[in-house]
């Protein structure tokens, strides 16, 4: 069959970041039919990470070809040599077999015909087919990729149609590399659109990205082992290597590890943190964070972690040896996430978590005294009060708890912060987006951020701390007791400042007092003017 001609799909090609996104949703979205919105998301994320690996796998072997051209060898030399698939997996490239090449799906878009007597295939079998040879070649891919392409519920001629569209995302001129990390984008950008079209289930494996921000630029990972107990689709590990490219640091300086519950998120994180090009240690499978820790020995130097609020049935063992600071109540897992957490972190490690707001006051079954311990072991370095509506998964307020091993003077900062917290109240920042959902600005989280680092003194710090009445206050350990260990940011910013008029109180009140008594008696007057006409018509 000939190559397909795709010269009307380009010519008609977005021509912004943002146009490109909205046009891919658009037609993906025609491809929703009759599937429900989990097996529709697999599809198309399936259908993103394929044409991540084919675009890197391209991009190496041109490479390779270059380097052997360069070193004089003849075309059928090279020809033995360009599919040794060392090459492509020791520069962090997958193999990708010629029937799981994106050409080959291209060009066979509408199906493939019955040739020398094979029976004809519907671009369904194709892509399972490419997602079977993909994971044989890579067994580091074994049981991730989704084999749901040539089900009754997906349209054939719309997924061709789709190909044809993913086809043209090579749209840029810039090289493969830049159309990788588009296609990053675009892969993230899906899983946001997902999360809002699953509503609360979307919850399960999407954390806004200004709430993983704000984790980020506080705890400023930058090298040594960073790790999520309850990590979702792996966006804290994709706005984590953000961070160190937008701060030009060596992104390989960092190891991921992290832990998912759920299957079907499992596999998503697999090929998102693909697409970004981190190789992530997310277990062999996915599993239980309290039933079986699948990194035992593992002490990671960063802990970002939104794991599910306020779970009531959860693996409980009153013996676990996680719990240093009291056994967590039956009927709620929040102190149980805090306490695994602090139990995976390194001397010098710091972490962040996204909690409800019940978490910082609440002392029914022993959480109170837990969150007392955790004060008077000075672990506790800040908490911020977040806006409501930042998470449309959850009508819950969130909080985000941040712990440290050592709050002295040290590489954590210059600033010996023992014995204090601080408090960020940024329940008044952020905007609304829509009517459902409210988003932190980039002002926002830098304010939030710059606050924590000039407490403690960070390099990377602009200004020196001060307490801000109504948004931040660093209080004692004693301070923190004689407010019955509740950690709310509201109780210890108080209120802020209003700015004065310039009238004197004295003044004022006198002034106040003689207009009430004027609204009085018109009050009065009008209330009489009432009566009157009411008895006129009576």
Not at 259 to 276: D, F, G, P, S, V
Not at 492 to 513: H, M, N, Q, Y
Request: aromatic share 8%; net charge negative.
């Amino acid at each position: 069959m000939p190559p397909r001609n795709n010269s009307a799909a380009q010519a008609a090609l977005p021509s912004t970041m943002k146009e490109l996104k909205d046009t891919l949703w658009k037609a993906a979205d025609k491809l929703r039919g009759s599937m429900d919105a989990s097996q529709y998301k697999d599809v198309i994320l399936g259908l993103v990470f394929l044409k991540y690996v084919s675009d890197a796998f391209e991009e190496r072997r041109q490479q390779i070809r270059a380097e052997l051209t360069d070193s004089g060898l003849a075309e059928a030399q090279i020809a033995l040599l360009i599919d040794d698939p060392d090459e492509y997996t020791g520069h962090g490239a997958f193999f990708v077999p010629d029937a799981a090449r994106w050409s080959h799906l291209a060009v066979n878009a509408k199906g493939l015909s019955a040739v020398d007597g094979n029976a004809p295939k519907n671009i369904g079998e194709l892509v399972d087919t490419a997602m079977d040879e993909l994971m044989t070649a890579n067994p580091t891919l074994a049981g991730t990729l989704p084999r749901i392409f040539n089900r009754d519920s997906v349209d054939q001629r719309r997924l061709g149609e789709l190909i044809d569209m993913f086809n043209s995302a090579r749209f840029t001129g810039e090289g493969s590399t830049r159309a990788r990390d588009l296609l990053g984008e675009v892969y993230e950008y899906f899983l946001e659109k997902f999360a809002r079209a699953e509503g609360k289930r979307g919850g399960e494996f999407y954390t806004p990205a200004g709430v993983v921000r704000v984790l980020v630029e506080v705890l400023e990972p930058q090298s040594g082992r960073v790790y999520d107990p309850a990590c979702g689709s792996g966006g804290m590990f994709v706005q984590t290597e953000k961070f160190l490219e937008s701060h030009n640091e060596d992104r390989t300086a960092i190891s991921v590890y992290g832990q998912e519950l759920n299957e079907r998120t499992w596999r998503m994180a697999k090929m998102n943190l693909a697409i970004h090009g981190l190789n992530a240690n997310l277990g062999p499978r996915w599993g239980d964070t309290f039933g079986r820790d699948l990194h035992p020995e593992m002490k990671a130097d960063y802990i970002m972690a939104n794991p599910p609020f306020n779970i009531k049935d959860w693996a409980r063992n009153e013996e676990d040896p996680r719990w240093t600071y009291g056994v967590p109540p039956t009927g709620n897992a929040n102190y149980a996430w805090i306490q695994h957490i602090l139990s995976k972190l390194a001397p010098g490690g710091s972490a962040g978590v996204v909690m409800a707001n019940g978490s910082m006051s609440s002392n029914s079954g022993g959480e109170g005294d837990i969150r007392a311990k955790l004060v008077e072991n000075d672990v506790v370095s800040c908490m911020v009060a977040l806006p409501t509506q930042l998470v449309r998964s959850t009508g819950i307020p969130v909080c985000i708890w941040f712990f440290a091993k050592d709050k002295t003077a040290s590489a954590g900062g210059s600033i010996d912060r023992s014995g204090q917290t601080l408090f960020i109240d940024a329940r008044n920042m952020g905007h609304m987006v829509d009517r459902a959902e409210r988003s932190l600005s980039d002002e926002d989280i830098s304010t939030i951020a710059n606050t924590f680092h000039t407490w403690r003194g960070k390099e990377s710090a602009e200004g020196t701390y001060d307490d801000v009445p109504g948004f931040c206050y660093s209080a004692s350990t004693q301070e923190i007791k004689d407010a019955g260990y509740a950690l709310t940011p509201g109780r210890f910013v108080g209120a802020a400042d209003v700015e004065g008029d310039g009238e004197p109180i004295e003044e004022k009140l006198e002034r106040l007092e003689k207009e009430l008594f004027e609204q009085f008696e018109e009050s009065e007057r009008l209330s009489a003017i009432v009566r009157d006409r009411l008895g006129r018509v009576l």
